[in-house]
């Protein structure tokens, strides 16, 4: 009579030869870790000197605000003061804007820069790691099949 093949045994020596590898998991939670703690030093920059901009604009403001009224000796230089305040307000505005766009700018360009370095590290991570496997498998089933001969 032909001898039987215990099943349930080869099944059992072939998960005992494929162990499970959780460095990949803690590399992938360092990695992401990494990643996030790089976004919120863009943020935290971005928000820093966006507060600088805001605070810098302020300061400008009031103290031309205590220019236009402080008292005049003729009505016609309230006029002026007034048309002054205007005038530096629109400059103001105007440069704090692209103050602001700068800040957006640089944001986006760095934004872009770690999406691009985590999509490639990731894409090294993963062909590491199929690589890995590929080659556990490989070895478990060897040894599955030498064991069922």
């Known amino acids: 009579m032909a001898k039987k093949n215990d099943y349930m ?9 494929f162990p499970m590898d959780m460095s990949a ?5 360092k990695s992401q870790a990494a990643l996030g703690e790089k976004f919120s030093k863009v943020a935290l920059d971005a928000a820093e000197k966006s507060v600088e901009i805001s605070t ?3 300061k400008d ?3 031309k605000v205590g220019d236009m009224t402080a008292a005049k000796t003729e009505a016609v230089d309230y006029s002026k003061a007034m048309t ?3 005038s530096s307000q629109a400059e103001m505005a105007a440069e704090n804007m692209a103050a602001f766009a700068e800040v957006a700018k640089k944001v986006q360009t760095e934004t872009v820069e770690l999406m691009l370095a985590a999509g ?3 894409g090294a991570e993963a062909t590491a790691a199929m690589k890995k496997a590929t080659d556990e498998v490989t070895k478990a089933a060897k ?6 001969k």
Do not use: H
Not at 25 to 29: R, V
């Open 84 to 86: 002054d305040f205007a």
């Open 25 to 29: 998991f803690e590399d992938a939670f």
């Open 143 to 148: 040894k599955a099949t030498e064991a069922a």
């Open 56 to 58: 810098k604009w302020t």
């Open 61 to 63: 403001t009031l103290s």
């Open 9 to 17: 045994k080869m099944v059992q020596d072939m998960m005992g030869n």
């Open 120 to 122: 490639k590290d990731m």
